[in-house]
Structure formats: structure tokens, C-alpha cells
């Protein structure tokens, strides 16, 4: 199975995850592993490149999906429409889509240069803040899907969203410092990111959604 997995800090704790899944000894899969933006996802999935991964979630209706997903609820830190000329993000996809369904008008800043320009200080319009203060929701940003192997998937799922992860320091450290922040605040970060899809979020998602379409 191949799997896609977006490149960036928010989906840290899932792919120190996966490495152990992986890797277990009572774990028989062959596995390849794959990391890139989330435009690049979507297409890898859309072309059968991958079975599975996190994809936008403005894709997600396509496929089977599993209940974990990459979520704000409030501020997220990593997505903002910042000021100047109109400009999406081209790594993006859901994000510039709740852009224009929030009616702003700016540059679309994702990922982990965006939560670097925020911590250095970078002045925005946090887009998961915006969505919850117009509808009182967290904002689903990704969500896991696939094409097959769904019973894997499920379990992968299943198994994640049941077990705390803890992060090695070496690989906070190692992570951090690829983007040029601290560790702390790497876990300070991650504090803000929920995986599992609650009630909200399905209802935050399906609206989402249905806005998206009368554009």
C-alpha cells in the first residue's frame, strides 16, 4: 500500500505513529510511505499514485474516508489570508476555497511557513478563528481517505485516534529546527490541532461544503 501523508507539523504525532505501526513486529504490511503539500496529495490520490492519505478536505467527498482529520477548533496559527494583492496558496486547497467562502480578500498563507511568519510576529486573519467566530464550529482542514485497503485504514484509524502519542525529543528537535522554531513551540503548536472527527466537525464539514458549492 502506498500511503500520502501531508508534509507538514500538524500531522507530526501521525506520522511518529505510523513509523512504529510500520515497523511493529506483529505488523504485516508492505508499506510505502509518502509526504507532500496538500495540493500534491490530492492529485497523488486522484491519480491512483497512493491508496491513501490525508487529503483537502474540499477533495473528501470523492472518497472513503476514515473519522480522523487534521482540525481547529478556533485558532489555528498555520493558515492565515494576509494583507496585499489577492494570491492563493498553491500548496492549498481547502484553505483557499474557506478564502473566498469567507469573502476575504489578501494573500492565502499555509503550513509551517505560515505558523513561522505568525511566530515571528506576521500580522493575519487566522481563517479557523474567522470560520468559528461565523459559525460558532471548528474547521476541518483534511481529512484521512482512500481508494482501498479500507479495512487497513479503518484500523489505522481506529488505532490512533485510541492511543496518545508521545513525541521523542529528538525528533522535536530535529523537526523544529528544520522549520527554525523552538521545540516548545512546536508543542505549543500541536496543542491546536485535533485529529478525530467529532459531531461538530462532520457538521462543520458538510456546511463547509455546501457553501463551497455556491461559489
Given at each position: ?28 504490511m ?18 491512483r ?29 498555520s ?6 494583492e ?107 490541532i ?22
Amino acid at each position: 500500500m502506498i500511503f500520502g501523508s501531508i508534509s507538514y507539523l500538524n500531522l507530526l504525532p501521525f506520522q511518529v505513529f505510523m513509523k512504529r505501526y510500520i515497523h511493529h513486529p506483529g505488523t504485516k504490511m508492505g508499506m510505502n510511505y509518502r509526504k507532500n503539500v496538500p495540493s500534491q496529495i490530492n492529485s497523488a490520490l486522484k491519480k491512483r499514485q497512493i491508496d491513501a492519505g490525508f487529503i483537502s478536505s474540499i477533495e473528501s467527498p470523492k472518497y472513503q474516508c476514515s473519522n480522523l482529520g487534521i482540525i481547529a477548533n478556533r485558532a489555528v496559527y498555520s493558515v492565515f489570508v494576509i494583507q496585499g494583492e489577492n494570491k492563493i496558496d498553491e500548496d492549498s486547497a481547502s484553505s483557499n476555497r474557506l478564502a473566498k467562502v469567507l469573502n476575504l480578500q489578501g494573500e492565502v498563507l499555509i503550513g509551517d511557513k505560515a505558523l513561522k511568519y505568525y511566530l515571528e510576529g506576521g500580522v493575519g486573519i487566522d481563517l479557523a478563528t474567522q470560520w468559528h467566530k461565523e459559525t460558532q464550529l471548528p474547521f476541518v482542514f483534511a481529512q484521512l481517505c482512500y481508494t482501498c485497503h479500507g479495512k487497513l485504514i479503518e484500523k489505522i484509524a481506529k488505532k490512533f485516534s485510541k492511543q496518545p502519542i508521545k513525541i521523542p525529543q529528538y525528533i522535536l528537535k530535529r523537526e523544529a529546527n528544520k522549520r527554525g522554531i523552538s521545540p516548545r513551540q512546536l508543542r505549543w503548536y500541536l496543542k491546536h490541532i485535533e485529529y478525530n472527527m467529532s459531531h461538530k466537525a462532520q457538521k462543520s464539514l458538510k456546511l463547509f461544503l455546501k457553501n463551497s458549492k455556491r461559489l
